[in-house]
């Protein structure tokens, strides 16, 4: 491994931890210090972990619902922020909502892949946002 | 009553072709006169899966056997000529090559792997245009297990769970809606019809084998209500006939669509070719190699059940597809998944690497205490990939059989939807008998192309449903992109399809020609749906069947 892509894939690791930062700077900063996240970071293993990927996902979706390409309409459909009390309560949230999308059959086809609701509109979350610049 | 010593031609028993049971009789067609008569009750043309099937089921039965035989016991490239034809539709194997033409047909070439067809297979379905076969499973099933152990098959079992170990675990789906499908391989070697059945057909003391023998037309009464003999040529240009109380025609879906095709003398559109049917509706089982990617949650979900592996002594493969209640629910034809499993890089590299494979090979020839074979090469191999035969060990080391997995690559094999207007007909070239080639033209339809999708889409709502991973489809879903995608199996089937109506099928429930009272034909190419199983052993089932049907007859 390169010192360039072991950057990138450290990059790419924390990726999810930038959606936390987006979401609850404070929680997520703490947990950033604290621990490295590991490859099922947020229970999303399978799911696109790059950013890259994540961003052109998200865009196909917004391209398709409109509607949501707004960041405060993706949070709140993401779930109420009260929930979201710390790193380990957002992710439990966030993998019970991917459980009932996948239960419920809330899934749709963004470049192939089959996700859930829930995980689309994270990647479309990453769409939204301002770029890393890692690379 | 037999040929012997009434025949010209008659040749000794090849060396290699003696047995116990007394001497074979086998004819060469190149050396009977021209235009010589034989005669006999039940006439077979073509010794392939279905032909020797019927013929050992006809073996000492009191009455007189034919079985025509373009090839020899042996492959030889100008009778393998006479197979040649020019495609039209999607691309597809040269015709000489993806069938057989000697003794022993196309068995002699086959992989063996066996998959039953299931009940919706014979059942019709009101979204699937000309689904349906004349009668349900349960009336082959009493045939299946006598074709298992013809093929042969060492177990009847089909039930994944049975197959199932405790290190090779089913997938756990969270509903029914995916199911796992077992194949199992006929016993090696065994399933070249032409050697394991050899000696009963050959000695059996009412059955001739006539090899060289091309049968070119089948000549018909003037009502065309019988056909009265059948002529045939062998390469050297010597022309013979056959004179039958019963004929049947097992050359093959292509050559017996081309035979009826070609017998076109009292009727230009050819015989039992009334409603136009004959050469329509052919079907092969569309691969499509890769179609999708799946990322499993946990790197080392046990995959190997899915993989080549030996169980109970039989070697066996599984994949997966939806159940029978899911494909009604969303009005689908049958698709079955392929899944083969790629490792994280460095492991993948390992046991793709030569010296991996050189190790496996000099261990399992010094555990059983032989010299290994090519043994400088083999070493030399393991010595220059030392470094992928460390990988390989600290991976099993540390994750025992379940390394990590970087990706699961998915295939799928369709079960077509039945389409008049994929056909064989007669094309302009003509082979060294004279005989006009075939042309291919198979297709594939809109629905085929939307099962497939429509499967997919659900495997990767059932993998995220049960925790197991995602999906990415990776074939787009234009009907072009699978035309363009599309491999196939070898499987030749419907150009004389079975229904009881004649304006709907060549063939009626009893696979005997519409119309005619004896002409029966059996192998695949009765098939009114190529079915989510593979072909061959509803082929012996079939022609078990057909043999019942024939012996009564003829008592």
Same mark, same amino acid.
């Given at each position: 491994?390169?010192?360039?892509?072991?950057?990138?894939?450290?990059?790419?690791?924390?990726?999810?931890?930038?959606?936390?930062?987006?979401? $609850?700077?404070?929680?997520?900063?703490?947990?950033?210090?604290?621990? $490295?996240?590991?490859?099922?970071?947020?229970?999303?293993?399978?799911?696109?972990?790059?950013?890259?990927?994540?961003?052109?996902?998200?865009?196909?979706?917004?391209?398709?619902?409109?509607?949501?390409?707004? $960041?405060?309409?993706?949070?709140?459909?993401?779930?109420?922020?009260?929930?979201?009390?710390?790193?380990?309560?957002? $992710?439990?949230?966030?993998?019970?909502?991917?459980?009932?999308?996948?239960?419920?059959?809330?899934?749709?086809?963004?470049?192939?892949?089959?996700?859930?609701?829930?995980?689309?509109?994270?990647?479309?979350?990453?769409?939204?946002?301002?770029?890393?610049?890692?690379? | 009553?037999?040929?012997?010593?009434?025949?010209?031609?008659?040749?000794?028993?090849?060396?290699?072709?003696?047995?116990?049971?007394?001497?074979?009789?086998?004819?060469?067609?190149?050396?009977?006169?021209?235009?010589?008569?034989?005669?006999?009750?039940?006439? /077979? &043309?073509? %010794?392939?899966?279905?032909?020797?099937?019927?013929?050992?089921?006809? %073996?000492?039965?009191?009455?007189?056997?034919?079985?025509?035989?373009s090839g %020899?016991?042996?492959p030889d490239a100008e009778t393998q000529s006479l197979y040649r034809?020019?495609?039209?539709?999607?691309?597809?194997?040269?015709l000489e090559v993806?069938r057989l033409r000697y003794?022993?047909?196309?068995?002699?070439?086959?992989?063996?792997?066996? &998959?039953?067809?299931?009940?919706?297979?014979?059942?019709?379905?009101?979204?699937?245009? +000309?689904?349906?076969?004349?009668?349900?499973?349960?009336?082959?099933?009493?045939?299946?297990?006598?074709?298992?152990?013809?093929?042969?098959?060492?177990?009847?079992?089909?039930?994944?769970?049975?197959?199932?170990?405790?290190?090779?675990?089913?997938?756990?789906?969270?509903?029914?809606?995916?199911?796992?499908?077992?194949?199992?391989?006929?016993?090696?070697? @065994?399933?070249?019809?032409?050697?394991?059945?050899?000696? =009963?057909?050959?000695?059996?003391?009412?059955?001739?084998?006539?090899?060289?023998?091309?049968?070119?037309?089948?000549?018909?009464?003037?009502?065309?209500?019988?056909?009265?003999?059948?002529?045939?040529?062998?390469?050297?240009?010597?022309?013979?006939?056959?004179?039958?109380?019963?004929?049947?025609?097992?050359?093959?879906?292509?050559? *017996?669509?081309?035979?009826?095709?070609?017998?076109?003398?009292?009727?230009?559109?050819?015989?039992?070719?009334?409603?136009?049917?004959?050469?329509?509706?052919?079907?092969?089982?569309? /691969?499509?190699?890769?179609?999708?990617?799946?990322?499993?949650?946990?790197?080392?979900?046990?995959?190997?059940?899915?993989?080549?592996?030996?169980?109970?002594?039989?070697?066996?493969?599984?994949?997966?597809?939806?159940?029978?209640?899911?494909?009604?629910?969303?009005?689908? =034809?049958?698709?079955?998944?392929?899944?083969?499993?790629?490792?994280?890089?460095?492991?993948?590299?390992?046991?793709?690497?030569?010296?991996?494979?050189?190790?496996?090979?000099?261990?399992?020839?010094?555990?059983?205490?032989?010299?290994?074979?090519?043994?400088?090469?083999?070493? @030399?191999?393991?010595?220059?990939?030392?470094?992928?035969?460390?990988?390989?060990?600290?991976?099993?080391?540390?994750?025992?059989? +379940?390394?990590?997995?970087?990706?699961?690559?998915?295939?799928?094999?369709?079960?077509?939807?039945?389409?008049?207007?994929?056909?064989?007909?007669?094309?302009?070239?003509?082979?060294?008998?004279?005989?006009?080639?075939?042309?291919?033209?198979?297709?594939?339809?809109?629905?085929? +192309?939307?099962?497939?999708?429509?499967?997919?889409?659900?495997?990767?709502?059932?993998?995220?449903?049960?925790?197991?991973?995602?999906?990415? &489809?990776?074939?787009?879903?234009?009907?072009?992109?699978?035309?363009? *995608?599309?491999?196939?199996?070898?499987?030749?089937?419907? =150009?004389?399809?079975?229904?009881?109506?004649?304006?709907?099928?060549?063939?009626?429930? *009893?696979?005997?020609?519409?119309?005619?009272? *004896?002409?029966?034909?059996?192998? @695949?190419?009765?098939?009114?749906?190529?079915?989510?199983?593979?072909?061959?052993?509803? &082929?012996?089932?079939?022609?078990?069947?057909? %043999?019942?049907?024939?012996?009564?007859?003829?008592?």
């Open positions: 491994m390169t010192p360039q892509t072991k950057r990138r894939q450290i990059l790419a690791d924390l990726f999810w931890f930038g959606v936390l930062v987006m979401s $609850r700077p404070g929680d997520a900063w703490g947990t950033l210090h604290r621990r $490295r996240p590991d490859a099922t970071a947020l229970g999303l293993a399978g799911f696109p972990r790059h950013e890259e990927s994540a961003c052109v996902i998200g865009r196909e979706y917004l391209r398709n619902v409109r509607e949501e390409a707004d $960041r405060d309409i993706l949070l709140n459909l993401l779930g109420h922020p009260a929930v979201w009390v710390d790193e380990g309560g957002l $992710r439990s949230h966030l993998r019970s909502q991917i459980r009932r999308d996948f239960a419920e059959e809330r899934v749709v086809r963004l470049h192939g892949w089959i996700l859930s609701v829930t995980e689309s509109r994270l990647c479309a979350l990453t769409a939204l946002a301002p770029p890393t610049g890692h690379g | 009553m037999r040929f012997t010593g009434r025949l010209p031609g008659h040749r000794p028993v090849p060396p290699n072709f003696a047995s116990e049971g007394g001497p074979a009789l086998l004819i060469d067609a190149r050396t009977l006169p021209n235009n010589h008569l034989l005669q006999t009750d039940v006439c /077979i &043309i073509g %010794a392939g899966a279905a032909g020797i099937a019927l013929a050992t089921e006809f %073996a000492s039965r009191p009455f007189r056997v034919l079985v025509l035989e %020899a016991l042996e034809g020019t495609n039209l539709g999607l691309p597809y194997f040269p993806c003794f022993g047909g196309t068995t002699n070439h086959w992989g063996g792997t066996c &998959i039953p067809f299931d009940a919706m297979d014979f059942e019709k379905h009101q979204w699937i245009p +000309n689904s349906g076969w004349p009668f349900l499973k349960s009336t082959v099933d009493p045939f299946y297990p006598r074709a298992l152990a013809f093929v042969p098959l060492r177990h009847v079992e089909w039930d994944p769970h049975y197959w199932a170990e405790p290190d090779k675990p089913l997938l756990s789906f969270a509903s029914r809606r995916v199911t796992t499908v077992v194949g199992q391989q006929a016993v090696w070697r @065994s399933s070249r019809f032409g050697i394991t059945h050899r000696d =009963t057909v050959t000695h059996a003391p009412n059955i001739t084998v006539c090899l060289h023998a091309n049968a070119t037309q089948f000549e018909a009464d003037p009502t065309l209500k019988r056909v009265t003999r059948l002529h045939g040529a062998s390469l050297s240009q010597n022309r013979f006939a056959v004179k039958a109380r019963l004929f049947i025609l097992a050359a093959g879906a292509i050559e *017996n669509a081309r035979l009826l095709l070609l017998s076109n003398t009292r009727y230009p559109a050819g015989l039992g070719n009334q409603n136009g049917l004959v050469g329509r509706f052919f079907m092969e089982h569309p /691969i499509i190699p890769s179609v999708a990617l799946f990322k499993p949650s946990n790197p080392q979900l046990p995959m190997r059940f899915y993989h080549v592996h030996t169980v109970k002594r039989s070697l066996i493969n599984a994949g997966l597809s939806l159940s029978q209640e899911v494909r009604r629910e969303e009005r689908l =034809t049958s698709v079955n998944i392929g899944l083969e499993t790629f490792y994280d890089g460095p492991y993948e590299r390992a046991f793709q690497s030569q010296g991996l494979r050189s190790f496996h090979h000099l261990l399992k020839r010094l555990r059983r205490a032989q010299v290994p074979d090519e043994f400088s090469k083999h070493l @030399s191999n393991v010595i220059s990939d030392v470094d992928d035969l460390a990988v390989a060990a600290y991976g099993r080391a540390r994750f025992g059989d +379940n390394y990590p997995i970087d990706r699961i690559k998915l295939s799928a094999t369709l079960d077509p939807v039945p389409n008049p207007d994929s056909r064989v007909t007669l094309g302009p070239q003509r082979d060294q008998l004279g005989q006009r080639r075939v042309q291919l033209d198979w297709r594939l339809t809109p629905l085929d +192309n939307q099962s497939l999708h429509r499967t997919l889409e659900i495997m990767g709502l059932e993998f995220g449903r049960a925790g197991l991973g995602r999906l990415q &489809i990776t074939i787009d879903d234009r009907v072009t992109a699978l035309a363009a *995608n599309v491999q196939a199996a070898y499987h030749h089937m419907g =150009t004389t399809r079975m229904h009881d109506d004649p304006k709907q099928g060549v063939v009626d429930k *009893n696979c005997l020609v519409h119309g005619l009272q *004896n002409l029966f034909i059996a192998g @695949s190419s009765v098939f009114p749906t190529a079915g989510s199983g593979t072909p061959t052993v509803m &082929i012996v089932a079939l022609a078990f069947r057909l %043999a019942d049907h024939v012996k009564r007859e003829m008592q």
